[in-house]
């Protein structure tokens, strides 16, 4: 993933809150259903305007406190993952 690579959620997507802690995205295009945690909903709502892995990992400096190592790893895993689902594009 380069860092010039902006991501936008596909408008098609359903998204139903279940509690605090997480939502369920439904991909009408495929049937599949994603659970996501509130991290990963973080992301999702970055993602209403095309944004670039460095502006979604800097968003998350300034939203949080504590920041895991591994943060940009989990997030580079995530987008991968909902861009290849069909959740979100690349351009």
Avoid: H
Avoid at 46 to 73: D, H, Q, R, W
Wanted: overall charge negative; some cysteine; glycine content about 8%.
């Amino acid at each position: 993933m380069s860092g010039k690579e902006a991501y936008l959620r596909n408008p098609d997507i359903a998204l139903r809150d279940e509690d605090e802690s997480g939502c369920l995205l439904f991909n009408p295009d495929t049937g599949e259903v994603l659970v996501v945690n509130d991290t990963g909903r973080f992301i999702w709502d970055l993602c209403e305007k095309a944004v670039t892995m460095t502006e979604i990992l800097m968003s998350f400096g300034e939203a949080y406190e504590s920041i895991p190592e591994n943060l940009s790893e989990d997030v580079e895993q995530f987008v991968s993952a909902m861009t290849k689902g069909g959740f979100i594009a690349s351009k």
